[in-house]
DNA sequence: CCTACCGATCGGTAGG
DNA sequence: CCTACCGATCGGTAGG
């Protein structure tokens, strides 16, 4: 009788996915060799070929899964009821949140995405403007000065910016929260905005923002 | 008699730096070879080995010689004279133009760094971390609320997250120039610090920042 | 005839 | 400053 897939197969598919993900991360993914990751994982490289055709599909079954994570769980966090603002935070809080458990996966998409070849990437990227997209949608429902073409999209990659550099310094168990953080995030954003797209689009010198701070007054 | 050091022996010296930040930019480190960076720079690997002693000394070399130009830079922009306010937006827009023909440079820091050994890397995390004190202390200066030891490192880590990713994003020739990003930054911090510190330091519920907006409210 | 897995080794290329 | 090579290790595959 011909054997039946083993029941584990996917459980050790994905175990092997966040393993190599881990040793990319440290080493990079041309300084990780096949050999390392079937040690790393206990198994044989010939079986680590028996899951994956060749080490390139392991690092975009890497990226693919993480970013269709993050996907998934914005367009929720996105679709739910309730004020611009709050949907906004929930947005933020959710990517925090999502990164917990994805510190590696987090670092490969930022060092090694770019080396796959155009036609891997490609999706992987166009996973990345949904979420560009999204945040920049959340933005410009919370703040008002955010509408504006010229100044929406450094608002929202100063966002991605703030949330995808935590990894350098963020630690578990430190003074502030992961929700600490997305409240911070979301209150710098929402208090310092209209401040900051006023100063880039109006005319040097006069301001005509009502709510500019002696220190903004001091620019 | 023995040969004198050619007169271009720096400038070729820096020109391979530069070439190898691109290629290690583009394709990693480890996935660049010593025979690709040799015919990218249009000389021998022989003579490569001339320069720099193995391939390593090449990585630390850029990294080195990049963080140099970043503390030197800031160091002098903090020690200008002038308002609080006023260095800090020095320190920021220093650092943006710095970036500008060092976009290479930035992203082999940011994929690279953590590829060399523990006592190569070290020097390179202490101008990293002297940095990362000299924004610490401008913004403390500049934002009262900041002065907060809680909050001072992430508000510090949140403007290089944005600093940092520009690259991802900014393109010149843009809506905005770098100078724009600079001040969009600052008035972004500036106006919106008192009110994230606040959010996170305060108890829960209830607020006594008396310029909490609408839309922090709402949180 | 299928999938699951092993020990051993392939042709090429890496840094030096 | 070059060509000619080295010891080792790379990603990937063979037979069973």
Same mark, same amino acid.
């Given at each position: 009788?011909?054997? =039946?897939? %083993?029941?584990?197969?996917?459980?050790?598919?994905?175990?092997?996915?966040?393993? #190599?993900?881990? !040793?990319?991360? %440290?080493?990079?993914? @041309?300084?990780?060799?096949?050999?390392?990751?079937?040690?790393?994982?206990?198994? #044989?490289?010939?079986?680590?070929?028996?899951?994956?055709?060749?080490?390139?599909?392991?690092?975009?079954?890497?990226?693919?899964?993480?970013? +269709?994570?993050?996907?998934?769980?914005?367009?929720?966090?996105?679709?739910?009821?309730? &004020? /611009? @603002?709050? $949907?906004?935070?929930?947005?933020? *809080? =959710?990517?925090?949140?999502?990164?917990?458990?994805?510190?590696?996966?987090? +670092? @490969? +998409?930022?060092? #090694?995405?770019?080396?796959?070849?155009?036609?891997?990437? &490609?999706?992987? !990227? %166009?996973?990345?403007?949904?979420?560009?997209?999204?945040?920049?949608?959340?933005?410009?429902? %919370?703040? /008002?000065?955010?509408?504006?073409?010229?100044?929406?999209? /450094?608002?929202?990659?100063?966002?991605? *910016?703030?949330?995808?550099?935590?990894?350098?310094?963020?630690? &578990?168990?430190?003074?502030?929260?992961?929700?600490?953080?997305?409240?911070?995030?979301? $209150?710098?954003?929402?208090?310092?905005?209209? &401040?900051?797209?006023?100063?880039? =689009?109006? /005319? $040097? *010198?006069?301001?005509?923002?009502?709510?500019?701070? $002696?220190?903004?007054?001091?620019?």
């Amino acid at each position: 009788m011909a054997r =039946t897939r %083993a029941k584990d197969y996917d459980d050790k598919a994905l175990s092997i996915l966040h393993r #190599s993900a881990e !040793l990319f991360a %440290a080493s990079g993914y @041309v300084g990780t060799s096949m050999n390392t990751i079937a040690d790393a994982c206990g198994v #044989s490289k010939a079986l680590l070929y028996h899951y994956y055709p060749d080490k390139e599909a392991i690092l975009f079954d890497i990226l693919s899964s993480h970013l +269709q994570e993050l996907v998934a769980a914005v367009e929720q966090a996105n679709a739910a009821p309730g &004020e /611009p @603002v709050q $949907r906004l935070r929930t947005i933020i *809080g =959710t990517l925090l949140e999502l990164y917990r458990h994805a510190d590696a996966e987090h +670092q @490969v +998409q930022i060092a #090694s995405l770019k080396l796959l070849p155009k036609d891997k990437r &490609e999706p992987l !990227l %166009a996973s990345e403007r949904i979420l560009v997209g999204i945040m920049s949608d959340a933005l410009a429902a %919370a703040v /008002p000065a955010a509408k504006q073409k010229r100044v929406l999209k /450094p608002l929202a990659m100063s966002v991605f *910016g703030m949330l995808n550099w935590h990894y350098m310094w963020f630690r &578990e168990g430190g003074p502030m929260t992961r929700t600490d953080y997305a409240d911070f995030v979301v $209150r710098l954003v929402l208090a310092g905005a209209d &401040e900051a797209v006023a100063a880039v =689009t109006r /005319p $040097r *010198g006069k301001g005509k923002s009502a709510s500019r701070s $002696r220190q903004a007054e001091l620019l």
